[in-house]
Nanobody, 125 residues
Framework: VQLQASGGGLVQPGGSLRLSCIASGRTSSRFATGWFRQTPGKEREFVGT????????YYADAVKGRFTISRDNGKNTVYLQMNSLKPEDTAVYFC???????????????????WGQGTEVTVSS
């Protein structure tokens, strides 16, 4: 599975962005698609994930209520809608896919075996 993330950019605090993660290759092997973010000097942070079959979503507390993950299986695309953005949301965002779905591990990057390149999000006035 190959993943391509896009949609990053510069946005003012309180603004919105939508990131996209387009999958190609053996897309049927995706059981979960997650979003992570990382800033220099910090560890990669779980943002949220979606079960590709049921559509159930799970979020980090830091983004719950502001970010929404959705999927369009016909387009092999997963979206991360980010609203009410804060400066602390500034990071490089990565999408990742897992060939399994185990609820106890989905917040860990090690549960994902396919990764896309990052897309940079900057929240600043």
């Amino acid at each position: 599975v190959q993943l391509q993330a896009s949609g990053g950019g510069l946005v003012q605090p309180g603004g919105s962005l939508r990131l996209s993660c387009i999958a190609s290759g053996r897309t049927s092997s995706r059981f979960a698609t997650g979003w992570f973010r990382q800033t220099p000097g910090k560890e990669r942070e779980f943002v949220g994930t979606i079960n590709m079959s049921s559509g159930s979503t799970y979020y980090a507390d830091a983004v719950k209520g502001r970010f929404t993950i959705s999927r369009d299986n016909g387009k092999n695309t997963v979206y991360l809608q980010m609203n009410s953005l804060k400066p602390e949301d500034t990071a490089v965002y990565f999408c990742a896919a897992s060939s399994t779905f185990i609820l106890s591990t989905i917040r860990s990057g090690s549960a994902y075996n396919f990764w896309g390149q990052g897309t940079e999000v900057t929240v600043s006035s």
